[in-house]
T-cell receptor, first 111, second 113 residues
């Protein structure tokens, strides 16, 4: 399938620090990208999106950066809180409306 | 609650049995998607509807899987002759625009014994 690997990359940060989660996407023709947060036993929850005509977009405590040259996305979370602990997925829009998800990164916030 | 609703939340079945999952999307959303997720992996695309038309189906999807959206509202995903490898979380999502933010349900977890 399009997702590979059983072992999630993990990121452990101290409460109050900033977090940066990285993602490499696969299709240079992708025109829309989303970051999702998924807590255990729940469906993915939208965080922020960005279109390919932008390099940066900011939300509340979150910023997404897009580097089309190297097909790289990052999610920055400011002042990380214990409630931010979850698995984070980036997703890209290929042709049409479907989203293709990356592997995911597990964020653990230490109080 | 006006979010995406999925039923049942959990299903345990024996190998060889058929199972059906239902998804009720957000009412004004014309676009509906089914994904499958196994432990430690991201959601894997299965199929996509715009209104009642099934516009795309993953080439990875076995012919034991079928999905319908008969009136352009709720959708069903049926798995025939289940196998242990079908054990996963089946996620439904809907969106107002395409491409656009997908709103996910809480999923239907299938365990095949």
């Amino acid at each position: 399938g399009e997702n590979v690997g059983l072992h999630l990359p993990t990121l452990s940060v101290q409460e109050g620090d900033n977090s940066i989660i990285n993602c490499a996407y696969s299709n240079s023709a992708s025109d829309y990208f989303i970051w999702y947060k998924q807590e255990s036993g729940k469906g993915p929850q939208f965080i922020i999106d960005i279109r390919s005509n932008m390099d940066k977009r900011q939300g509340q405590r979150v910023t997404v950066l897009l580097n089309k040259t190297v097909k790289h996305l990052s999610l920055q979370i400011a002042a990380t809180q214990p409630g931010d602990s979850a698995v984070y997925f980036c997703a890209e829009n290929w042709q049409g409306g479907k989203l293709i998800f990356g592997q995911g990164t597990e964020l653990s916030v230490k109080p | 609650d006006t979010g995406v609703s999925q039923d049942p939340r959990h299903k345990i079945t024996k190998r060889g049995q058929n199972v059906t999952f239902r998804c009720d999307p957000i009412s004004e959303h014309n676009h509906l998607y089914w994904y499958r997720q196994t432990l430690g992996q991201g959601p894997e695309f299965l199929t996509y509807f715009q209104n009642e038309a099934q516009l795309e189906k993953s080439r990875l999807l076995s012919d034991r899987f079928s999905a319908e959206r008969p009136k352009g509202s709720f959708s069903t995903l049926e798995i025939q002759r289940t196998e242990q490898g079908d054990s996963a979380m089946y996620l439904c999502a809907s969106s107002f625009s395409s491409p656009g933010e997908l709103f996910f349900g809480e999923g239907s977890r299938l365990t095949v014994l």
